[in-house]
Antibody, heavy 127, light 108 residues
Framework: EVQVLESGGGLVKPGGSLRLSCAASGFTFSTYSMNWVRQAPGKGLEWVSSISFSSGFKYYTDSVKGRFTISRDNAKNSLYLQMNNLSAEDTAVYYC????????????????????WGQGTLVTVSS | SYVLTQPPSVSVAPGQTARITCGGNKIGNINVHWYQQKPGQAPVLVLYDDSDRPSGIPERFSGSNSGNTATLTITRVEAGDEADYYCQVWNNDSEHFVFGTGTKVTVL
């Protein structure tokens, strides 16, 4: 059974840092692109960042570029999101999502859609 | 940036048909995917590549995409279909995934 489980959320002060983790199981993690998607309280879904299976491609939404860093460790079946210089606008539930990946070419990235999601981890930025 | 516009809400009686639109510039030229999110739960993929259903999604869910509008159609609506629905695309120009604004479907 495919599972992705986020952890690392919590309460942090403005300007602080947090590192989210996503543990994957039930599939060959190293062959899938992975994503972080967030949802502020009472708001819609917002894509945050993507990383290709080989880590050769990384993308960020504009509001987090330069502050957030996505990474993965295929040996540990884990996805990460390092979040620095956090502000109240980053308060949200952060979801880890598997992206359907149709290529095995590490020099290519073919973006698609998200077929499995974790239950999310809440990040609250407040003084 | 690429914007996907959805109606904030759609109300439908049980057994009737709900249509949820997703408007975007020339959206008919790209693949659109749809997610259902019930309160307190993670999103679930209900349609991909405009009109394909993942396993386990009822045939009552269908989709179309042309011009500037993609549409998710739910026929024979049930109480369990009450949820928020989001469309999603990849925008090549910005190299960003984009979600629609979301539509709350209420079953009367």
């Amino acid at each position: 059974e495919v599972q992705v489980l986020e952890s690392g959320g919590g309460l942090v002060k403005p300007g602080g840092s947090l590192r989210l983790s996503c543990a994957a199981s039930g599939f060959t993690f190293s062959t899938y692109s992975m994503n972080w998607v967030r949802q502020a309280p009472g708001k819609g879904l917002e894509w945050v960042s993507s990383i290709s299976f080989s880590s050769g491609f990384k993308y960020y939404t504009d509001s987090v570029k330069g502050r957030f860093t996505i990474s993965r460790d295929n040996a540990k079946n884990s996805l990460y999101l390092q979040m620095n210089n956090l502000s109240a606008e980053d308060t949200a539930v952060y979801y880890c999502a598997r992206e359907v990946t149709s290529t095995s070419d590490p020099t290519a990235y073919t973006p698609s859609y998200f077929d499995y999601w974790g239950q999310g981890t809440l990040v609250t930025v407040s003084s | 940036s690429y914007v996907l516009t959805q109606p904030p809400s759609v109300s439908v009686a049980p057994g009737q048909t709900a249509r949820i639109t997703c408007g975007g510039n020339k959206i008919g030229n790209i693949n659109v995917h749809w997610y259902q999110q019930k309160p307190g739960q993670a999103p679930v993929l209900v349609l991909y590549d405009d009109s394909d259903r993942p396993s386990g999604i009822p045939e009552r869910f269908s989709g179309s995409n042309s011009g500037n509008t993609a549409t998710l159609t739910i026929t024979r609506v049930e109480a369990g279909d009450e949820a928020d629905y989001y469309c999603q695309v990849w925008n090549n120009d910005s190299e960003h995934f984009v979600f629609g604004t979301g539509t709350k479907v209420t079953v009367l």
